[in-house]
């Protein structure tokens, strides 16, 4: 592929044929951080996605919230199902949109990329408190880490070309990216947040998140340590692993208390079984 391909414009193009999911869930964070939010205003939000709203219903249906009489509305499934679950089941539509198919060029399964992005922003809601941040940007943030990756693949695709090599090139994953795109995937991932009018504060952790000594922002650290994390647990993406910094250097510039550690593990562990298994 020649880096001519890949400019900003045509890295928009693609990202504007994503389903508009992702846009939503930016915009039920913003909302959601406002302690005087309330289910009107979530509702009309979720109301934007007819597929999303149709299955946050019948996720309301289905046994695991059993009800003496159904659920007809979409004000009723969030009541039912909380604010912060539906946050959660709206993340896992994201993914399971944006990962169909998995990335070809990176050699990921759609499956690989579903868990790695799940149970890392699961871990970075995990860490949230501790760190004293917002557990939904936390969340949101763990969820788009990758998202340049999906879009520099498929335009990788729409030109035809899967062939690259990443072990031939001796590079580590950015370094090859730039070869290969002439950008790399956090640069994407921070034109597509941008565009899509994701907060700053999100913008700059995706970014920055595979070089974090080079930024003093707590939620880069916080996301260089739940994908590091994620990683341990065999969770990973192949080529990432140098980008991983020290755990207990890290885990201090998170504001983040190690002992903490595996209690918060245990947590997004036990939520990342319970939404894989959950049909949404």
């Known amino acids: 592929m020649s880096v001519d391909l890949i400019s900003e414009d045509s890295l928009l193009r693609i990202a504007n044929t994503f389903p508009a999911t992702q846009q939503v869930l930016a915009q039920l964070g913003i909302l959601l951080r406002d302690s005087g939010a309330d289910i009107n205003e979530v509702t009309t939000i979720l109301r934007r996605d007819v597929g999303l709203a149709s299955r946050l219903i019948g996720t309301a249906n289905s046994a695991a919230f059993a009800q003496s009489r159904p659920v007809a509305t979409v004000e009723d499934a969030v009541t039912l199902i909380g604010f912060q679950e539906v946050y959660r089941l709206v993340g896992v539509a994201v993914l399971n949109q944006v990962s169909d198919g998995g990335l070809p060029c990176y050699d990921i399964s759609a499956k690989k990329f579903y868990e790695n992005s799940l149970f890392t922003a699961l871990l970075m809601e995990g860490l949230a408190s501790g760190a004293r941040e917002d557990p939904r940007y936390c969340y949101t943030i763990g969820l788009m880490r990758s998202i340049g990756k999906i879009a520099l693949d498929r335009l990788a695709r729409e030109v035809g070309d899967t ?96 002992k903490r550690a595996n209690t918060i593990i245990d947590h997004a562990l036990r939520a990342f079984e319970r939404l894989t298994k959950t049909n949404f």
């Not at 795109?181 to 994701?198: D, H, N, Y």
């Open 163 to 258: 062939n690259f090599s990443k072990i031939d090139t001796g590079d580590s994953l950015l370094e090859w990216e730039r070869s290969a795109f002439g950008m790399t995937s956090v640069e994407a991932g921070a034109v597509i947040l941008r565009s899509w009018r994701f907060p700053e504060e999100i913008v700059q952790a995706v970014e920055g998140h595979c070089a974090p000594t080079s930024k003093h922002l707590p939620l880069t650290h916080l996301l260089n340590l739940a994908a590091g994390t994620a990683e341990l647990l065999g969770r990973g993406l192949d080529g990432e692993t140098s980008y991983w910094m020290d755990s207990a250097e890290v885990y201090h510039k998170a504001g983040i208390d190690p």
